[in-house]
């Protein structure tokens, strides 16, 4: 018992800077989660309809993000990020050093590798709308950007949901690797905690149990989604 009040919200608990620590995780997936499916929806149309530059562009990119690991972009972004910052200061007349924070490095890293795993569920999704539904937008003459947000991008979506879903809950998992820049996340303050007190099964057990229920409810809000999303296509083609 003595054990288990190191978790709760005494004078002597832990319980509320692991609250904190697990709303900071939320708040750097969702960030890196959100700049993940803007690069990623850009990615995808680079794929499947953009020109042949762009297609080099977007497969280049896809290449390089899921073939170098997580944690070594997120260390070009957090030490390699403070340099060109830095210059780019010192170029403008403003004397650095400049810094970078934590947050702003994993969120981007975090973001730029989700962005591309994203992009390959946003392709497929987007190859399995019917062509004819495409082609109908165009002879009513749709603009591209028209055709893309009434016509592509609702469909597609109904499709994507579920992958959606599984890259959301990578970029949670992921987001345990920001630790690395000192940001205080779950992953930091379990590993603080733990060495403070010597009880490293009690606060890594605790850490686990955060990350399970962020995921946890994040699939059932995805489960609801995908339930509306189907329920109103399904609507819309009746």
Known sequence: MEDLALLGFGPDGWGKVLVQAGLMTLAVSVAAFVVGLALGTLIAWGRVSGGGVARALAHGY?????????????????FGGRQVVTAVGTALG????????????????????????????????????????????????????????????????????????????????????????????????????????QEHFLFYAAGAAIYLAITTLSDQLFRLAERHSLRGHQQGGM
Do not use: C, H
């Open 94 to 197: 403003f004397p650095g050093p400049f810094d970078i924070s934590g947050f702003m490095a994993g969120m981007l890293a975090i973001g730029l590798i989700s962005g591309a795993n994203q992009a390959e569920v946003l392709r497929g999704a987007w190859q399995a709308v019917p062509k004819g539904t495409i082609e109908a937008g165009r002879v009513v003459g749709m603009s591209r950007f028209t055709l893309f947000r009434r016509v592509i991008a609702p469909q597609a979506l109904v499709t994507a949901l579920p992958g959606l879903g599984n890259q959301w809950q990578s970029v949670i998992k992921e987001s345990a690797l920001v630790s690395v820049t000192g940001l205080v996340e779950t992953m930091r303050q379990v590993s603080v905690a733990a060495g403070t007190t």
């Open 62 to 78: 896809t290449a390089v993000m899921r073939g170098v690991p997580e944690i070594l972009v997120i260390y070009l972004f957090y």
